[in-house]
């Protein structure tokens, strides 16, 4: 039995804020299916002499909390014992440390004065003359810092302190560099503008945080025969300007290494800067890392004579390159998602066009920037002097470290390449905060994008850490804004309190619920949920609309990006403001009334389960007919409706739903309130062979359209690229926008068919859906109950294979797709069936086929019109509505001129068709 421990979803932290203390737990290779008790014991050494916290009994292995008054500096150690039913016992052990907490800091802020030009490095020496036990450093810096001792960086982190509102926190880190330390040793911290100093937000505001570089650290020496040292930012330290000319996270980076060879550069003392010492707090942000290494696919020469990198994957991060060049020589390298006419393009990244530009100092170097990261695909180089090898090239790919849980193949190379772009897509975008994109002058937290993409982004990877930063930042703006929660983060004053991206207060704290359990956890964000909930029902107080209870005031982003707006490039769809605002409110205060019942905040459940019932009724009242019919005739209204139950008759609002698609000739038309639920709440409503068609689909508006356009991530529009490969003149174009892969939530819970029951996935049911296209599906999910994996097959022969995994303590209700069998409820164990399902998969099309599909496949059309020519005749000067029927319907149609015999003739030959 082994048995692998987390704490707080993070494997032996430092230095972080660890309230509440949560001990979560794995168990695999038992012999035995459950967990008949457990004991954590914490102590403050690895013998366990000493120990300071214990508990025993039937713990919750997804996150037990630990009430433990935890101390400054301080490494404990964690044991986890599990006895299974029939007896074995297994022991993990596992530590964590914490850093300064509220301790008072030895170490004051120093740095160069407001006025001063240049990016500097702050240095100090000192002498370690006994041998070093331990040495922990506690340090932070601004705008971002690197630190180093002898020369060599002290941390594979990137870009620290990271992102957040440095109005009210700034981040300290925790290090352990017992390995770096000498006999004498140089202390050296660089500085770098970052997002707190330089360029950032929609303003693109200088210096909004602050205008000083300023550094503060402590690096504690505990040496082998128990004294210890403290070395300290102080008045001794020395400053002066580094190699960096200019950097900034849209602006990119200039390094000179001659820059001061024919000019003074000397050290001077440093100032101290005033920083209110309350900000100064230990980290929440995971670690950032240099993650991945991508290869230079190619090296092409443009029609405009240009040498430019293919990376062969779009992604956020660096390139590293090896510098031999004689003393002048300066590379520029410039960073773009997309060829035009085989040319270089970036326009658009907006303003964020500045690359990276090195001037070399003759010296053979590995070169890469230290303070901005840049989001591409291809690289033009300009300045290279020889001939230019891939291999002389690697991008370096950063993001946070999340451990990747989920994963999915099929036997469908474009559903696997959607699948793969929605993970790069993440993986480009959770830099520290779940940014719209890398690449152009935003990159900003919006919450709208984070809420909607939440359920898939936590399949994908271990997102705990990550969203309880975001939420943490997210509570810190809100007490900056009586309630509201920003449309993005960090706001810089901007407005919020807009539906959706609001409500991610509400959703994102429940998404975590549901993928994690931790109600402990959920109790650090309740306050955040329930002053966003008030804060909306004051303005619904103070704002009497045109209903009491409607939200028909303020900004809305209403069904952003929708494709049944004004104009199809509109920002704007076309379903009312007001009613999906009033919508996700009643939402909000289900959840929240929710989140009250699970604290044992039985008061409040009551409050606002009421309150949400009121508003259920101002929304049925307003937007619905006595006799059940929505008022608002938009795909976007209608999946609402179904996803939150706000209705008065479910299938007279499904036949709605149904009757708006085919008016849309079965296209999205819905943005970024309905396509994220879409294909959830058809196949939540018996329609999962429609959900399949929509995932897919291959033309505009369609997820495949995209894979067939060559693309490696998720695009921001459905054609931001046009068929032609020209970019979309409108606004708003990032190739690398992760929001509409949120449909992968589906591919898990539908289609692969491992779905929660409950929460934190100790319950879950299997239930995959069968598509004759995919032939075959695997996935597995590493829950924080243990891993699930569903996989399935359909054979040559028409039977369907299927086989399942469920963890140690972990229970499975399996439904087997298309057949007779009754619902199976098991614990631990592997489980194959092998059956003929009541539907033969093996085939592609059926009397419900509608022609449009049909058409796409070259074979099967040929074989409908060599039944029947009228059919192709008919069908090829039709409108694209007619074109959408089905056969039968086609018949039924007086001027076709198709006859219900060539129909059902053609009927039979398209049957024939196999996958």
């Known amino acids: 039995m082994k048995i692998s421990i987390k704490i707080n979803g993070m494997k032996e932290p430092k230095g972080y804020q660890f309230e509440p203390l949560l001990v979560s737990w794995i168990v695999t290779d038992a012999s035995g299916k459950s967990q008949k008790k457990a004991e954590v014991r914490v102590a403050k050494d690895e013998a366990f002499e000493e120990v300071v916290w214990e508990k025993t009994g039937q713990l919750v292995a997804t996150g037990t909390k630990v009430d433990l008054a935890l101390q400054p500096r301080t490494q404990y150690f964690v044991k986890v014992a599990v006895e299974d039913e029939l007896g074995n016992v297994g022991v993990g052990l596992t530590h ?10 030895e170490a004051q802020w120093i740095g160069t004065p407001a006025d001063y030009p240049h990016h500097p490095i702050l240095a100090t020496a000192f002498a370690a003359d006994k041998p070093v036990a331990k040495a922990m450093l506690y340090m932070s810096g601004v705008g971002l810092y690197e630190a180093y001792l002898n020369g060599e960086k002290l941390t594979d982190e990137v870009l620290t302190p990271f992102l957040n509102d440095y109005r009210s926190l700034i981040q300290a880190q925790t290090y352990d560099v017992t390995a770096h330390v000498q006999a004498t040793n140089d202390f050296a ?12 937000g929609l303003e693109s505001h200088t210096e909004y945080f602050g205008n000083q570089f300023a550094a503060i650290a402590e690096l504690h020496l505990t040496f082998e025969d128990g004294s210890m040292q403290v070395v300290k930012t102080d008045k001794e330290w020395q ?31 440093v100032v101290a800067v005033a920083i209110d010492p309350s900000k100064l707090q230990d980290r929440i942000s995971p670690p950032l890392l240099i993650q991945e290494e991508v290869a230079v696919a190619q090296i092409l020469t443009s029609p405009a004579g240009e040498t430019i990198l293919d990376m062969g994957q779009n992604f956020a991060g660096w390139l590293r390159f090896e510098s031999d060049f004689a003393a002048g020589t300066e590379i520029r390298l410039e960073f773009g998602e997309i060829l035009q006419n085989g040319n270089f393009y970036n326009e658009n990244y907006g303003t964020a066009t500045g690359g990276f530009t090195y001037r070399s100092g003759g010296q053979k170097k590995t070169v890469m920037p230290h303070f901005t990261y840049f989001g591409f695909r291809y690289v033009r180089v300009s300045g290279w002097e020889g001939e230019i090898k891939p291999e002389q090239f690697s991008g370096l790919a950063i993001y946070s470290d999340l451990e990747q849980t989920g994963s999915i193949e099929t036997g469908h190379a474009k559903l696997n390449r959607l699948y793969q772009n929605t993970v790069w897509s993440q993986k480009s975008n959770f830099i520290d905060m779940p940014t719209d994109c890398p690449q152009r002058a935003e990159r900003l937290g919006w919450t709208g994008d984070a809420q909607v993409y939440a359920p898939t982004a936590s399949y994908h990877m271990d997102t705990r850490a990550f969203y309880r930063k975001y939420l943490l930042d997210m509570r810190q703006e809100q007490l900056l804004m009586d ?14 309190g807009a539906a959706i991206w609001g409500d991610a207060a509400t959703i994102l704290p429940m998404t975590l619920v549901q993928m994690y359990g931790a109600s ?83 008061a409040d459940a009551r409050l606002y389960r009421e309150l949400a019932d009121r508003v259920r009724g101002v929304v049925l009242h307003e937007y619905f007919t006595p006799a059940g019919r929505l008022s608002v005739d938009t795909q976007a209204a209608y999946i609402v409706a179904l996803k939150f139950g706000i209705f008065r008759d479910k299938e007279m609002i499904l036949k709605q739903f149904l009757k708006r698609l085919e008016k849309d000739l079965y296209q999205i038309k819905c943005g970024f309130a309905g396509a994220p639920l879409l294909c959830q709440v058809l196949a939540e409503n018996g329609l999962v062979d429609l959900a399949y068609e929509f995932l897919l689909t291959e033309d505009y508006p369609g997820w495949l359209y995209a894979v067939n356009q060559g693309a490696t991530t ?12 020209s970019m979309n003149p409108a606004g708003m174009n990032s190739l690398n926008h992760y929001s509409y892969g949120s449909v992968m939530e589906f591919v898990y819970q539908s289609v692969v068919g491992i779905m929660p029951d409950g929460y934190g996935f100790s319950k879950v049911k299997l239930a995959p859906q069968l598509h004759a296209q995919l032939k075959f599906v695997k ?36 439904v087997l797709p298309n057949s007779d069998k009754q619902e199976q409820v098991v614990g631990a164990g592997v489980y194959d069936y092998t059956y003929r399902p009541n539907r033969d998969f093996r085939y592609l099309y059926d009397e419900d086929t509608r022609m449009s599909k049909v058409m796409r496949d070259e074979a099967a059309f040929a074989a409908v019109c060599e039944a029947a020519h009228r059919i192709g005749e008919f069908l090829a000067r039709a409108d694209k509505a007619q074109q959408n029927m089905t056969l039968k319907q086609l018949s039924g149609l007086f ?14 030959r398209l049957k024939a068709f196999r996958a």
């Open 96 to 105: 964590f440390e914490t850093g300064k907490m509220d301790e008072a800091w």
């Open 189 to 200: 911290i660089l500085l770098g503008n970052g997002w707190y100093k330089g360029r950032y």
């Open 239 to 269: 400053y002066r300007a580094s190699n960096i000319l200019a950097s900034g996270i849209y602006d990119g980076e200039k390094i000179d290494e001659l820059c001061w060879s024919d000019k003074p550069n000397p050290w001077q003392p």
């Open 483 to 496: 309630g509201s929660i920003p449309n993005y983060m960090p706001s810089m004053g901007s407005n919020g």
């Open 520 to 602: 402990e956890e959920l109790a650090l964000h309740y306050p955040l949920m329930k002053d966003w909930v008030d804060w909306n029902i004051r303005q619904v107080t103070q704002h009497k609309g045109s209903a009491a209870g409607v939200l028909d005031f303020g900004f809305q982003f209403g069904d952003w990006l929708g494709l049944d707006g004004a104009t199809p490039s509109s920002f704007k769809g076309g379903t009312d403001d007001a009613y999906i605002a009033t919508v996700y409110y009643c939402h909000s205060l289900e959840l929240l009334a929710e989140a009250a019942a699970l604290l044992g905040k039985e």
């Open 714 to 725: 998720i695009w921001e529009r459905w054609n931001s690229v046009l068929e032609d490969g």
């Open 779 to 814: 996935g597995r999910y590493a829950s924080t109950a243990g891993t699930y994996v569903s996989e399935w097959e359909i054979l040559a022969d028409g039977q369907v294979h299927c086989h399942f995994e469920v963890p140690f303590n972990g229970t499975a209700m399996i």
């Open 895 to 908: 001027y076709t001129g198709i006859t219900p015999e060539m129909a059902a003739d053609a009927l039979e």
